[in-house]
């Protein structure tokens, strides 16, 4: 995957959330402590944030993480990667994963 690809949709769904939200660049950086242009080139794809300063955003911005991150890897499927392929995210181990539930059937079944 690209990196510029990454950075860009990274960018459009901050800037998305932060207009939904009605904060402007210089808002959201005064409530994150950088620099306005900091958020600018986060928002035209040219930087990524790093993990410390995106819990800060996420903070600045009052989102849940999960939240953010589920669309983002909505809009990665759909336009980053072939529709075959699905970006593999984090799952819990609390919840039932079918694909493990059905390559322990299929191990059992072949008896490895």
Do not use: H
């Amino acid at each position: 995957m690209n990196n510029r690809a990454f950075n860009d949709i990274l960018g459009r769904e901050i800037k998305r959330v932060r207009e939904e939200k009605g904060i402007t660049q210089e808002e959201l950086a005064s409530r994150m402590n950088v620099n306005s242009q900091n958020i600018s080139s986060y928002e035209r794809g040219e930087r990524c944030p790093s993990l410390f300063w995106m819990n800060r955003l996420y903070d600045a911005l009052d989102i849940q993480p999960a939240n953010f991150t589920e669309e983002l890897y909505q809009k990665l499927n759909t336009e980053l990667i072939s529709p075959n392929v699905t970006v593999i995210k984090p799952v819990s181990k609390e919840i039932n994963n079918p694909l493990t539930t059905e390559l322990d059937s299929l191990s059992e079944e072949i008896e490895i």
